[in-house]
């Protein structure tokens, strides 16, 4: 058989394989082909061993089974061109794999070192600074010309902190621990009156629980832990994660040597449980800077496929950050939401942001005659300037003048400056649906009239208002509730004010999640949103840093105290064991003891996450010079090296009295998870 007939036949029965062709069917994709056949596909094998020709071209019999000639097929398919003008790609413009196309697949994905990896990434200051002890000899130094010696011994040094990874298959009875629910203590209510006892944990009538909450431990460990109280029934997460600059400023300070792999491996443990929290019509917001802003868009591409993403930019520093070549203003908000989904709020925008024009048709198709239905007057109150009705359509023959003025009010009527009857855009029937897209506006002779708000209650994607200035709206703001403030770079408040108006404007009983929760600001927004609308919204605050006690707790208690607002919020913590730990301690009456209960802790809590505790265990203690220290000295030391432990208590656990829960917090904590003590 020629080979033009043989390849007319093989187009011919492929044409049963939808997939490999365009929709009329003119256009083989043969990229895609030769990758079906590498991957011996059944549905295209099956079609070529059907027909006899076929069959005995590319196809050897070995004793009752045919066996495709893969190299046979592939060389005649890629050898066999129409003409010399013939080019192996399609006209298509795209990035590719050499095969196919990159858009036609759902396997392309971002990979990065430690993706399949949990990062705990635990620390309590915004350093996170590792303190350890180096022995260091007696030296003399100049200082102002004189000469000071400074004895030998034992000097306190920091370091920044290193984890490890967790492997996700190798190591899955760690990460099962990791992730079980923890015990949760030091419970406190706050008021606009202060501190109180906490007695009860409310919930509404289906059981959720519905109070405000700001948790102090791992982010990651506590959105665990939120699991089973609140899966599919937070409206919105927004977070305020590191930026991870390269520069001094960073605050992503974890095992960073793979920079921008550690922060999504960091990003992409806390998306996957957040995902579980959110409801059906939930959204996540993320906001971001330039450093990471790529690497973080690809990411939500491949774990939100389901859902549409939107970067916002807002100008939150109008006076500049200096880079190297530019000055930076701005930063951005990725807005994720489920595809199909209308979950963004009417939006409260100026007047500046709108696009007006007039109501009253003009041009072709726009006379009172083409559309007889789009002819009534606009009722408008001349004191207020403001539409308050609409009156009946017109008889055809009704011919009034444009303005109408009876008593206090005016009828307006689409006729134009030269007296032409024209009609409105809306008719009467369905005008009333975009009644507050409507502004009422006169001319100098007098001379009312009707225009409409374009794009009105639809966000843009530069926010530019001087209310998102994090200096003014936000710096200042923190500082004039929290004496000696000493958080950093904290958010305009109007800035992520109107993100949580984007989404749960229309949701007055909506759960508000952000689990960065940095000076607060969330918390302060949603009070700030429920004060004007009435609303019953609830945050939930996740934060690991010591400031939330200095900070963030005072600064929600001041905003309720000034505002005078009647609600509350529930402060508690993921319990550690280090306390207990400590006071063991403190016990030990010998060296010896004390290193026999450093080894005991050290197996059972994974001490050596941390490369400096192990080398305190395997090198300092036994050294002569530590070994010469008073026992208060070796005690101190020893209690320096656990406080850089960050192990939690499991729920399960937590009734174990070693762990010195007290009955009050484990009575709260099975509160928690509605669950009987």
Not at 88 to 105: A, E, H, V
Not at 253 to 274: A, C, E, P, Q
Not at 584 to 600: P, Q, T
Request: hydrophobic share 35%; aromatic share 12%; with cysteine.
């Amino acid at each position: 058989m020629k080979k033009e007939k043989l390849k007319e036949l093989i187009l011919e029965v492929l044409k049963q394989d939808d997939r490999l062709w365009n929709e009329d069917k003119t256009e083989l994709n043969q990229t895609l082909l030769l990758d079906l056949v590498e991957k011996i596909d059944e549905k295209v094998i099956d079609l070529l061993l059907q027909d006899k020709d076929l069959r005995e071209k590319f196809f050897v019999k070995i004793k009752d089974v045919y066996v495709f000639k893969t190299n046979d097929f592939r060389f005649f398919m890629e050898e066999n061109k129409i003409d010399n003008s013939y080019t192996k790609y399609k006209n298509r413009i795209g990035l590719t794999d050499g095969k196919r196309f990159l858009k036609d697949t759902n396997d392309v994905v971002l990979d990065f070192p430690y993706k399949d990896c949990v990062l705990e990434g635990g620390q309590s200051t915004e350093e996170g600074l590792d303190t350890y002890f180096e022995y260091e000899k007696e030296k003399t130094m100049t200082v102002k010309g004189e000469k000071v010696t400074e004895k030998a011994g034992y000097k306190q040094k920091t370091a920044k902190r290193k984890e490890i990874f967790f492997n996700s298959v190798l190591a899955h009875d760690e990460i099962d621990r990791l992730f079980d629910p923890k015990a949760f203590v030091n419970w406190k209510r706050y008021t606009k009156d202060g501190e109180q006892e906490v007695k009860e944990i409310k919930r509404d009538e289906e059981g959720t629980i519905k109070e405000n909450l700001i948790i102090k431990g791992n982010n990651l460990l506590a959105l665990h832990s939120l699991k089973k109280q609140f899966a599919g029934k937070v409206k919105l997460i927004y977070i305020d994660p590191p930026y991870n600059p390269p520069s001094s400023n960073n605050t992503f300070i974890y095992n960073n040597n793979f920079n921008h792999s550690t922060w999504l491996t960091f990003m992409k443990n806390r998306f996957d449980v957040g995902k579980k929290l959110l409801s059906e019509d939930g959204a996540f917001i993320v906001a971001i800077d330039e450093n990471e802003v790529n690497y973080l868009g690809v990411m939500i591409d491949e774990l939100f496929p389901e859902y549409e993403s939107h970067c916002v930019t807002i100008i939150h520093n109008p006076r500049g950050i200096q880079g190297t070549n530019f000055s930076y203003t701005h930063e951005y908000a990725y807005f994720i939401f489920p595809k199909g989904k209308k979950i963004i709020g009417n939006r409260k925008i100026e007047e500046e942001n709108v696009s007006w024009s007039n109501l009253r048709n003009w041009g072709s198709e726009s006379l009172r005659t083409d559309a007889k239905n789009c002819f009534y007057p606009i009722i408008v109150d001349k004191c207020t300037n403001q539409v308050i009705d609409f009156g009946d359509v017109c008889d055809d023959d009704f011919h009034p003048e444009a303005n109408i003025i009876k008593n206090d009010f005016v009828y307006i009527y689409p006729i134009d400056k030269n007296g032409i009857e024209r009609k409105w855009r809306y008719s009467r029937s369905s005008v009333q649906e975009v009644k507050d897209l409507l502004k009422v506006v006169k001319n100098k002779q007098g001379v009312y009239d009707i225009q409409i708000g374009k794009d009105f209650g639809m966000y843009r994607t530069v926010w530019s208002d001087k209310k998102y200035d994090a200096n003014e709206y936000g710096t200042k703001i923190v500082n004039s509730l929290v004496k000696d403030n000493t958080f950093s770079f904290p958010k305009s408040l109007w800035n992520v004010y109107d993100c949580i108006y984007a989404v749960v404007g229309n949701d007055k009983d909506a759960i508000i999640l952000d689990y960065h929760a940095g000076s607060g600001t969330t918390a302060h927004a949603v009070l700030e949103l429920n004060k004007e609308d009435g609303g019953n919204r609830k945050f939930i605050m996740i934060e690991q840093m010591d400031y939330i006690n200095t900070v963030t707790c005072p600064r929600v208690q001041k905003v309720m105290e000034k505002e005078n607002i009647d609600d509350s919020f529930i402060y508690f913590e993921l319990a550690k064991w280090n306390e207990t730990a400590k006071e063991k301690i403190l016990e030990c009456e010998s060296l010896e003891e004390l290193i026999k209960f450093f080894d005991e802790i050290y197996e059972k809590y994974f001490l050596n996450y941390n490369l400096k505790i192990k080398e305190f265990r395997e090198k300092v203690m036994h050294e002569e010079e530590f070994k010469n220290l008073s026992l208060d000295e070796q005690k101190k030391m020893f209690a320096t090296m656990l406080d850089n432990n960050q192990m939690y208590v499991n729920k399960t656990e937590m009734a174990d009295k070693k762990f010195g829960i007290s009955e009050e917090d484990q009575n709260l904590t099975s509160q928690f998870y509605k669950e009987e003590k």
